[in-house]
């Protein structure tokens, strides 16, 4: 059974930093994506940041600059550091692991989505 496990969630300042874990087990096959989404209250879930299994690199615009997002595939493990946080920021941050595998001889691929609990992010002014 697949499980996505977050940790790093946590209370801090206007311009601190923090740096969000999640270790996916269950599974020996390879993520084709990894990836921080985020619900601010009152909002719909939005992407943060995605890395493929080339480790190309997705960022929303509203974080470009300030987060990194990196995965260690031997631990299947990906991290997203956050920078300069702002209280914009605030929200419940979801880890995501993504595969798409080719099921049948006509090339139909399968897609399925795995999500954690989520961990809190609060940046206060």
């Known amino acids: 059974q697949v499980q996505l496990v977050e940790s790093g969630g946590g209370l801090v300042q206007a311009g601190g930093s923090l740096r969000l874990s999640c270790e996916v087990s269950?599974?020996?096959?390879?993520?084709?994506?990894l990836g921080w989404y985020r619900q601010g209250p009152g909002k719909q879930r939005e992407l943060v940041a995605s890395?493929?299994?080339?480790?190309?690199?997705n960022y929303s615009d509203s974080v470009k600059g300030r987060f990194t997002i990196s995965r260690d595939n031997a631990k299947n493990i990906v991290y997203l550091q956050m920078n300069n946080l702002k209280p914009e920021d605030t929200a419940v941050y979801y880890c995501?692991?993504?595969?798409?595998?080719?099921?049948?001889?006509?090339?139909?691929?399968?897609?399925?989505?795995?999500w954690g609990q989520g961990t809190q992010v609060t940046v206060s002014s």
């Open positions: 995501n692991a993504h595969r798409a595998v080719v099921v049948d001889s006509s090339g139909k691929i399968q897609q399925t989505d795995y």
């Open positions: 269950g599974s020996t096959v390879n993520w084709n994506r």
């Open positions: 890395v493929g299994s080339s480790r190309i690199k």
